[in-house]
Antibody, heavy 120, light 107 residues
Framework: QLQLQVSGPRLVKPSETLSLTCTVS??????????WGWIRQPPGKGLEWIGN???????SYNPSLESRITISADASKNQFSLNLNSVTAADTAVYFC????????????WGQGTLVTVSS | DIQMTQSPSSLSASVGDRVTITCRAS??????LNWYQQKPGNAPDLLIY???SLQRGVPSRFSGSGSGTDFTLTISSLQPEDFAIYFC?????????FGQGTKLEIK
């Protein structure tokens, strides 16, 4: 059974960089059938796609966040990571990592999610 | 970006009821529509993909229909474990976008 686990700081100061890592177990990220991505959910609100990456390094980002995002993958560790810089309170959210079926663009496995709060 | 609008925003129903949730896209998305269920404190689970295909392991009381701009998720006979928030998501064009959610509550 595929499992995804998010790790990283739960509290980030304004203007700093939010960094999260998703560790995948029960399967490999080295498949061209899937990409690996990040989705966030501000408290009490809906879902926002952040971006996705193939293990090869090809990434796609939400244009609304593209100037502040970097997503990377480390196949040797079966992990992928999110960096979001210049954060503000508006970036406070539960951050999920998920597997995306590449062609069909649906998210079929999700990690539990972690609440990241931006506050001084 | 394609805007996805769900209705109603919240819904009260009883165990055994038949329930329908609607999702409307701001432009035609063919059948590129997915539905998710999210329970409190959990990640979303994929229920329906391509508007009407049931994800493996999802009970058959869930069904989806529609194409173009208008879609529905139907639960034929509500069970206690179905009380949750439901989201639609378009996969027609990037960025993929989600509806605001429909909260299904126990009457």
């Amino acid at each position: 059974q595929l499992q995804l686990q998010v790790s990283g700081p739960r509290l980030v100061k304004p203007s700093e960089t939010l960094s999260l890592t998703c560790t995948v177990s029960g399967g490999s990220i080295t498949s061209n059938s899937y990409s690996w991505g990040w989705i966030r959910q501000p408290p009490g609100k809906g879902l926002e796609w952040i971006g996705n990456i193939f293990y090869s390094g090809t990434a796609s980002y939400n244009p609304s966040l593209e100037s502040r995002i970097t997503i990377s993958a480390d196949a040797s560790k079966n992990q992928f990571s999110l960096n979001l810089n210049s954060v503000t309170a508006a970036d406070t959210a539960v951050y999920f990592c998920a597997r995306r079926i590449a062609v069909a663009v649906r998210f079929d496995y999700w990690g539990q999610g972690t609440l990241v709060t931006v506050s001084s | 970006d394609i805007q996805m609008t769900q209705s109603p925003s919240s819904l009260s129903a009883s165990v055994g009821d038949r329930v329908t949730i609607t999702c409307r896209a701001s432009q035609s998305i063919s059948s590129y529509l997915n539905w998710y269920q999210q329970k409190p404190g959990n990640a979303p689970d994929l229920l329906i993909y391509a508007a009407s295909s049931l994800q493996r392991g999802v009970p058959s009381r869930f069904s989806g229909s529609g194409s173009g701009t208008d879609f529905t998720l139907t639960i034929s006979s509500l069970q206690p474990e179905d009380f949750a928030i439901y989201f639609c998501q378009q996969s027609y064009s990037s960025p993929p976008t989600f509806g605001q959610g429909t909260k299904l509550e126990i009457k």
